[in-house]
Each structure stands twice: as structure tokens, then as C-alpha cells.
């Protein structure tokens, strides 16, 4: 691993197409800290979720307002926040997609993805950000 200490950033604006800016940002991540294939598949799934709700429900597709990405890795933690600019909202009525109610909808996965596939996935600043940990060890 490069350093026991990294940081990157990405910002772009609120369009469905910068989603797939997560694809590039993460291919360096692979490289500089050579993470596995199965890591870099569970970071590109959890920012690819983040970061689309963080447009499409966050910032309501408003391509005036600014979506971020805040990579840090310190030792064996690496972590993101996915930030935007919108109301933010309140975790706690996000809605199970494994219910049988739920199941035939076509959206509601995000969140329930990125908690299986990253260690920690914790909402701050009233939802306006979330900050997605991996242990590298």
C-alpha cells in the first residue's frame, strides 16, 4: 500500500451522467492503494448508490447544486463521504427492500447495498452526507 496516510477528491454537478465519475475515481484507488478486484467492486457498487441518491434525492437532479466525494485512508480505514446540497432526511424511515411488500419495486436498494457491502455506512449533517468505511485488512 502507498503511505499509511491518502486523501482524494472529486466534486461535480447533479446530472445522472457524473455517476459514472465514480468508475474513473475508484480505477486510481485500485491502482494507488492496489486494492483487490472484490474491493474495488464493494467501493464501486457503495459510491455508485451514494452518490446517485446524493443527485436524484438529494439535490433533485438540480444541476446547479454540487455533489462530493472525500476519500481518506488512515492504516487499514479507508472511508468516503458522499456529500450533496440538498434537505438532507431522516434515516431511520428508510424502508427494508427485502420485505415482500417491497420487493417488486424498482428503487430502494441503495442503501440496504451499501450496508452489505462496506463496514460502517453512517448518515450525518441530517442526511446530507454519509460516510462509507472499509477495513483493508
Known amino acids: 500500500m502507498v503511505g499509511s496516510q491518502t486523501s ?3 466534486e461535480f454537478t447533479s446530472v445522472p451522467e457524473n455517476v459514472n465519475k465514480v468508475e474513473a475515481f475508484v480505477e486510481v484507488l485500485k491502482t494507488d492503494l492496489q486494492l483487490s478486484e472484490e ?5 464501486l457498487v457503495s459510491l455508485s448508490e451514494a452518490v ?3 443527485i436524484v434525492h438529494g439535490n433533485k ?7 462530493s466525494i472525500k476519500m481518506e485512508k488512515d492504516g487499514n480505514l479507508l472511508s468516503f463521504v458522499v456529500a ?15 420485505a415482500p411488500e417491497n420487493l ?7 442503501i440496504f447495498l451499501m450496508r452489505s457491502l462496506a463496514d460502517k455506512v453512517e448518515f450525518i449533517d441530517g442526511g446530507r452526507k454519509v460516510n462509507i468505511a472499509f477495513n483493508l485488512a
Do not use: C, H, Y
Open 8 to 10: 482524494r477528491e472529486l
Open 39 to 43: 474491493m474495488e467492486a464493494n467501493i
Open 52 to 54: 446517485n441518491n446524493a
Open 61 to 67: 437532479n438540480n444541476p446547479a447544486k454540487k455533489v
Open 84 to 98: 450533496d446540497e440538498g434537505e438532507g432526511f431522516d434515516p431511520g424511515v428508510i424502508i427494508d427492500p427485502t
Open 104 to 110: 417488486d419495486k424498482p428503487s430502494g436498494r441503495g
